[in-house]
């Protein structure tokens, strides 16, 4: 399965951007998606997942209240809203999947950069 991530920007603090993940060849269906971001010199930090078929999320706690993680079935897409842009929120942001019953995630988009300016 290829990922593919979009919607990354230059944003100002407090800004807002909608980064879209869609996968080709097949649908979504029985994965978990999730977004991650990696900043330079830090660990790669998991923001939030949706369980495809169920619509359970999970959003971190350094971005809850202001990311939002989502589905739409009939585009075959994940979202991730990201409001209230803080400097700190500049990382490349990736989307990865993984089948449900497994623990990690075998599939990896590119990443889209979002870059939050002061």
């Known amino acids: 399965v290829q990922l593919q991530a979009s919607g990354g920007g230059l944003v100002q603090v407090g800004g807002s951007l909608r980064l879209s993940c869609v996968p080709s060849?097949?649908?979504?269906?029985?994965?978990?998606v999730a977004w991650f971001r990696r900043v330079p010199g830090k660990e790669r930090e998991r923001v939030a997942g949706i369980d495809w078929t169920g619509g359970s999320t999970y959003v971190a706690d350094s971005v809850k209240g202001r990311f939002t993680i989502s589905r739409d079935t009939a585009k075959n897409t994940v979202y991730l809203q990201v409001n209230s842009l803080k400097p700190e929120d500049t990382a490349i942001y990736y989307c990865?999947?993984?089948?449900?019953?497994?623990?990690?995630?075998?599939?990896w988009g590119r990443g889209t950069q979002v870059t939050v300016s002061s």
């Open positions: 990865a999947a993984k089948w449900i019953t497994k623990r990690d995630y075998d599939f």
């Open positions: 060849g097949r649908t979504f269906s029985m994965f978990e």
